[in-house]
């Protein structure tokens, strides 16, 4: 290795790292309203921070404590939990072959699955960093999230005009946008992002939440349809 | 065991399950070209999708409310190439002096 390709490593190890601070930054005020509602929903400590760390996934925890707090059955709370998760599947195709390894390693990985680490992941352009990305932020968040936890369900008991007052529900969306806007130089990937972003919004009247983020992917069918001329698919693979 | 254990064990298992699907079946297997194609796609689909339905989804309405305008200065703010926490907290801000204001 040059010195030259040292420092741009050591460069791009920072630019990594400060993307994963600003994005377990934003999911820290999240993890306490989480905390806040299983307590609400007369949920232990013991299963407050098992959710955050067995289940480990933010909006599907949401959801089957909200149920739960409502009196909902064990089947309805489960199942919308399961079914806000299902985009993990997808998630775990594009982050596969940057997770290549002895099965006990990628089966550890895999429990850090979640929109932050595979968004930055994804974000990177070739699969060491991606890796790289992957486990910063999932690792940077499941330390942050089940501390939130902790001290949303001990100390706050209604957190939930502490997002909105400072703003911090426009962080995940700004974070996103941030993450996405290098592909949004390249034609086929502005196409696949637009036709995600429409498919997504229509159908979130008409479908359980997480369903449009994982419908999304379709529109990767749309932009290889048309128009067809395009051959530089690829876009970020170089 | 209560209700919450239950929905607690019920969702590891299933939630582990499509976590590691990925990877332990994909494995270091090297996809093929026109597959390859489509994963390297599909996260611009994916990250287009998780901007705008946390912008303007709220369960199953859609409701267009400060967070768009938050959305737009993060946009604005990457357009003038600013830096990602750069980003971030004038996205935040833009949305919380909204709310002040509206």
New interface residues.
Partial sequence: MTLAEAADDATRRR?IR??A??IV??VAPFGIVFGAAAAT????LW?AV??SS????GS?QFA??EI?GDGG??AS??IA??LL??R??????????A???P?WK??T???L?I?ES??VG??QSDLHWRRYGYLVAGIGVFVVWNLTTIVGFVVFSDAGNLI??????????????????P?LAIP???R??????L???ML??????GV??LA?????AV??AWPPTERS?????S | MN??????I???I???A???????V???R??PVRL??????????????????????D????VID??L???V???LA?WRRA???V??V??????????LVT
């Fill in positions: 630019a400060r993307q601070a600003s930054a934003a929903a007369g949920l232990d299963q098992g959710f067995l289940v480990f996934g599907s089957a404590v739960l059955s064990i709370a489960a939990g399961l998760n299902v993990s599947l997808a998630f775990g195709v594009i982050m596969a072959e997770l290549a390894g099965w990628r089966a990985m895999s429990q699955m929109d595979t968004a994804a974000a909105t007052d400072l703003g911090l529900d426009a962080a995940g969306p700004a974070a996103f946008l941030a993450l996405l806007w592909r086929a990937q502005r696949t992002a637009i036709a995600g972003a498919i997504a919004v979130i009247p008409f479908t359980a939440p449009p983020i999304s992917m379709l529109g990767v932009t290889r698919a690829e876009g970020l693979a | 209700a919450a254990t239950a929905v607690l019920i969702m590891t299933g939630t582990y499509l976590k590691s699907a990925g990877p332990l994909l494995g270091d090297v996809l390859r194609q489509i994963v390297d796609l599909l996260p611009a689909a994916l990250l287009a999708a998780l901007a705008i339905v946390s912008t303007v989804g369960g199953q309405q859609i400060a967070r305008v938050g959305l200065v993060a946009g990457l830096p990602f926490v980003v971030i004038l996205a935040s801000a833009a949305t919380a002096l909204t709310r």
